[in-house]
Antibody
Framework: QLQLQESGPGLVKASETLSLTCTVS??????????WGWIRQAPGRGLEWIGS???????YYNPSLKSRVTISVDISKNQFSLKLSSVTAADTAIYYC?????????????????????WGQGTLVTVSS | SYELTQPPSLSVSPGQTASITCSGD??????AFWYQQRPGQSPVLVIY???KRPSGIPERFSGSNSGNTATLTISETQAMDEAGYYC??????????FGGGTTLTVL
């Protein structure tokens, strides 16, 4: 059974960089076909996709966060990581890592898209002033 | 940017059917995915590719997607179904988009 576990500081100072790691067990980040993503949820709010990485290192980011986000993968440790720079109180949230699996058919636009089928338990990061 | 719109809340009586909608421009041309999030827990995938159920998800959960609206239907709603529900799709490029979420209350 695939498991994902987030780790990192629970408290980050404003203007500094938030760094989190997701450790994958029961499967390999090196396996092709899957993306590995980060999603966050501010207190009392909805889900917000931050970005995703393919095992090869290809990345896709939410345009609203792109200038501050870096996602990387460490195949040797079976981990992938998130860095979010210049944080403010608005970045206070529960941060989830998740695996993305491709659809098995094309949609009406002729695209293969991905969905989040395994999620970590989430970790709360608070930005302090 | 692409947006998905959900009603903020929905109430249903036990045993009744709950229908949660998700609206977006030409959403029917994309695949819709649905997640359930119980209080204090991580989201769980309940519907993928518009109408497919992952292993372990009860048959009471079903989905449809046509035109500009995707719908998650929960038949014979139970107290354990009380949760937040989020739709998700991709925009025209590679951006993953979530709806704002619907809080389902069973009372």
């Amino acid at each position: 059974q695939l498991q994902l576990q987030e780790s990192g500081p629970g408290l980050v100072k404003a203007s500094e960089t938030l760094s989190l790691t997701c450790t994958v067990s029961g499967g390999s980040v090196r396996r092709s076909s899957y993306f590995w993503g980060w999603i966050r949820q501010a207190p009392g709010r909805g889900l917000e996709w931050i970005g995703s990485i393919y095992y090869s290192g290809s990345t896709y980011y939410n345009p609203s966060l792109k200038s501050r986000v870096t996602i990387s993968v460490d195949i040797s440790k079976n981990q992938f990581s998130l860095k979010l720079s210049s944080v403010t109180a608005a970045d206070t949230a529960i941060y989830y890592c998740a695996r993305e699996t491709p659809t098995d058919t094309y949609d009406n636009n002729g695209s293969i898209t991905y969905f989040f089928d395994y999620w970590g338990q989430g970790t709360l990061v608070t930005v302090s002033s | 940017s692409y947006e998905l719109t959900q009603p903020p809340s929905l109430s249903v009586s036990p045993g009744q059917t709950a229908s949660i909608t998700c609206s977006g421009d030409k959403l029917g041309d994309k695949f819709a995915f649905w997640y359930q999030q119980r209080p204090g827990q991580s989201p769980v995938l309940v519907i993928y590719q518009d109408d497919k159920r992952p292993s372990g998800i009860p048959e009471r959960f079903s989905g449809s997607n046509s035109g500009n609206t995707a719908t998650l239907t929960i038949s014979e709603t139970q107290a354990m179904d009380e949760a937040g529900y989020y739709c998700q799709a991709w925009d025209s490029s590679t951006t993953r988009v979530f709806g704002g979420g619907t809080t389902l209350t069973v009372l």
